[in-house]
């Protein structure tokens, strides 16, 4: 499955999330999850 389609049916699933994908840098991830102060889950 690929991740857009992973994270589609995570939506459908839990209609009250928004999955963002971002397949960036690490440091510039780390950059967007320090500014985010904890609103965010990563996984990796």
């Known amino acids: 499955m690929r991740s857009t389609s992973l994270a589609e049916s995570y939506e459908k699933a839990h209609p009250d999330t928004k999955v963002v994908l971002n397949f960036g840098a690490s440091d510039v991830l ?15």
């Open 30 to 44: 780390m950059q967007q999850i320090v500014k985010a102060r904890g609103r965010r889950l990563c996984l990796g």
